[in-house]
């Protein structure tokens, strides 16, 4: 396998390990949404060890900012690529712009603090923002695959 190759298939993998994260918050949102504090406290501890997934984020972030440099002579897979790194890129922009603090300001949702609805909008949306980025990346990938000659 060479090198481009090795990178397409860790960047495709990576990206969709991070996306299939980001779709599972985006299709609990609508049943998560309209909990009680209580019952929203118990359900987020479901999450308790997803910071590895960080792994995955990196991983991504990484091996197509690599492929999007392996590739750079072949114009449309190196759009396609730096696409698919700014969007990992920016779903890491959201998730220390507005997930993260929520996590901190309820110490990894282990408290709710008095403005626990806005953080939970706040935490849910920013997620299903990531996960759009995510799902961009990934057919961005996909298409530039596809495209190979």
Partial sequence: MSLINTFRFLSILFTAVAMSAGFAHLFELPHKIGLSREDYLIVQQIYRGWALLGIAVIGALVSTLALSFLVREESVAFYLTLTAALCIAFSLIVFFTFTYPANQQTMNWTRLPENWLELRRQWEYSHAAGAGFY???????TISLLLKK
Avoid at 135 to 141: E, G, K, R, T
């Fill in 135 to 141: 799902f961009l990346a990934f057919v961005a990938l």
